[in-house]
């Protein structure tokens, strides 16, 4: 059984830093892309960043510049650093991965997610 498990949301003012992970776990072959999405009341979750095997990454044009995806690959984790947070940064962060099991097929994968406040 594979399971991603998220640390690190919490309270921040305007301005401030918060570092997101997630681990991914269980019985992996492999990861493709793996990567972050938020979700506010009232909204549709969206992609705030992704990051595939071989390094390259997406983002949101609403982070660009202040948010950083990274990914340890031996470890199976994936990481957002989130500086210079809005108001409007504030939502549920859910960590996602597309992971390939060893006795399963290709599967997208989503973790409990991690609430991210920030003030204003």
């Known amino acids: 059984q594979v399971q991603l498990v998220e640390s690190g949301g919490g309270l921040v003012q305007a301005g401030g830093s918060l570092r997101l992970s997630c681990a991914a776990s269980?019985?992996?072959?492999?990861?493709?892309?793996m990567g972050w999405y938020r979700q506010a009341p009232g909204k549709q979750r969206e992609l705030v960043a992704a990051?595939?095997?071989?390094?390259?990454?997406n983002y949101a044009d609403s982070v660009k510049g202040r948010f950083t995806i990274s990914r340890d690959n031996a470890k199976n984790t994936v990481s957002l650093q989130m500086n210079s947070l809005k108001p409007e940064d504030t939502a549920v962060y859910y960590c996602?991965?597309?992971?390939?099991?060893?006795?399963?097929?290709?599967?997208?994968?989503w973790g409990q997610g991690t609430q991210v406040t920030v003030s204003s």
């Open positions: 990051i595939i095997n071989g390094g390259s990454t």
């Open positions: 269980g019985s992996i072959f492999s990861i493709n892309v």
């Open positions: 996602n991965a597309d992971i390939r099991g060893w006795n399963t097929g290709q599967h997208d994968y």
